[in-house]
């Protein structure tokens, strides 16, 4: 844990920007590093690419590949969340010397049975989603067995926020 803060510390001095794309801007501190990124629904020609650069970043700093294994596959399911179903989201990375923190919020049609959606292999995808391999109801559950803490709020026609947290220490929990 300590190791990864010191590697935040020393990624600040050698690169200040190193996002790119889709970043709307962020700061690396001496306590944290923070990322925003925009994520374009329907745009499957970039599906991916923010979680790939998430995954870049954290094993860039030195965190536990366990760890970022398990951020990566949380940021790619929030993300083609809003790919295959919203108008746009906005992601947020934060990282702490204690957790990871991953925010999302999205403009889409909102999730109208939250409890239904978070069952393995429920799925509301339409029948295009489907063919191009997406869709098969794993996406929440992905999400909710890699995280520490898992927060989902939805209101049906406006959209939906996701606040996912992957603490550092593995021993620590909520």
Known sequence: MYKACGLIYRQEEKQAEKVSHESTGGTVSRHDLSRAYEITGRNFAKAGSVSVEIKQIL??????PAIVRRAAIAAYETEMNVVMYADRGEMVLRLN?????????????????????????????????????????????????????????????????????IYLDSTEKT
Do not use: C, W
Not at 59 to 64: H, R, T, Y
Not at 116 to 142: C, K, P, V, W
């Open 59 to 64: 094993q860039e700093l030195g965190i536990d």
């Open 97 to 165: 010397p204690r957790a990871i923190q991953i925010t999302l919020e999205d403009s889409g049609p909102g999730i109208e049975n939250i409890e239904m959606a978070m069952q393995e292999g429920y799925s509301t995808a339409s029948d295009e989603i489907r063919e191009m391999g997406f869709g098969a109801g794993m996406g929440l559950h992905n999400i909710k067995k890699n995280a520490d803490v898992f927060e989902l709020r939805s209101t049906v026609g406006e959209g939906t926020s996701y606040n996912i947290v």
